[in-house]
């Protein structure tokens, strides 16, 4: 199966914006995508849908093969914790915590047992070059270095699917292309990822491409298959 399927996806928040219009999407396992359009298209909302953290007004939704909804909220959440890793445009981490705790408390709804997850945390935190830095706290670290935290955490459960809105919308370029590294060898070793940007180089740099205006898709591009340009 896809390991996210939209069909026919409507989305209207209280208050009447039709933010999703009609979005059929299926992307299938070790996709890179890169999802653009213009502020205020539904970009967002599209991956809060895909993200399961809002629920559909109409349509049918399916992540990894489960149709959301005929799954309850606790169900839906236990199915987030395994199936998703989350990086946003602002870091969201916890300044009282240092690099490790920060990763290890993204670790707990993920299944990984209480004993493993300093480990696990530790081991993520190698992945994305940041090994030296495990007690560092997130005013002891720089921007680049805060979001390659934010991805530790949302890769250490080793989620199938990464959802990544602008990710390096708060950094400068050369932090960007450290974190767009990191998600360019986690695409490699398998993981599926889609991006929002704004940033035409970084969607160029995604294999396939899709464009949202008006709260519907407009044009999908490439197979899906191929690698990232480098
Ligand atoms: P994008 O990410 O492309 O900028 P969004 O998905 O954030 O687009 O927004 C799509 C539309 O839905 C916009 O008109 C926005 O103002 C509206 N919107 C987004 N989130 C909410 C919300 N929680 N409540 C009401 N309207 C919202
Ligand atoms: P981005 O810049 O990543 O597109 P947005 O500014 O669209 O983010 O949205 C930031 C947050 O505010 C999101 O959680 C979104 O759901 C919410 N939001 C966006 N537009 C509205 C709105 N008109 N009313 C209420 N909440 C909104």
Same mark, same amino acid.
């Given at each position: ?6 069909? &026919? ?5 209280? +208050?009447?914006? #039709? &933010?999703?219009? $009609?979005? @059929? ?36 939704? *399916?992540? +990894? ?14 199915? *987030? ?10 870091? #969201?981490? %916890?300044?009282?915590?240092? &690099? ?5 408390? $993204? ?10 997850? *300093? ?9 994305? $070059?940041?090994?030296? !830095? ?9 921007? +680049? ?14 989620? =199938? ?5 602008? =990710?390096?919308?708060?950094? %400068? ?11 360019? %060898?986690?695409? &490699? ?18 294999? !396939? ?13 490439? @197979?899906?298959?191929?690698? =990232?340009?480098?």
């Amino acid at each position: 199966p896809y390991v996210v399927e939209l069909r &026919a996806v409507t989305k209207v928040y209280p +208050g009447g914006v #039709h &933010a999703l219009r $009609g979005v @059929d999407l299926a992307v299938s396992g070790g996709e890179l995508l890169a999802i653009v359009g213009p502020s205020g298209s539904g970009k967002s909302t599209m991956l809060h849908v895909i993200g399961t953290l809002d629920r559909p007004t109409g349509g049918t939704v *399916r992540i +990894g093969g489960y149709d959301i909804a005929g799954l309850s909220d606790r169900e839906l959440s236990a199915l *987030r914790g395994r199936t998703l890793g989350f990086v946003f445009q602002q870091f #969201h981490l %916890d300044p009282g915590l240092n &690099a490790l705790d920060n990763v290890a408390e $993204g670790l707990l709804y993920t299944g990984v047992p209480r004993g493993d997850r *300093r480990e696990r945390a530790a081991a993520a935190l190698e992945r994305v $070059g940041l090994g030296h !830095r495990l007690a560092h706290r997130p005013n002891q670290l720089s921007g +680049g270095e805060q979001q390659r935290v934010a991805v530790a955490r949302a890769v250490a459960g080793d989620p =199938p699917l990464i959802l990544a809105d602008e =990710p390096t919308g708060n950094l %400068d370029s050369g932090a960007g292309t450290e974190v767009l590294g990191v998600l360019r %060898d986690l695409h &490699a070793a398998g993981t599926t990822i889609a991006i929002i940007t704004h940033d035409m180089e970084i969607a160029e740099w995604c294999p !396939r491409r899709v464009r949202v205006r008006d709260g519907r898709i407009v044009d999908d591009r490439g @197979d899906g298959t191929g690698r =990232p340009a480098q």
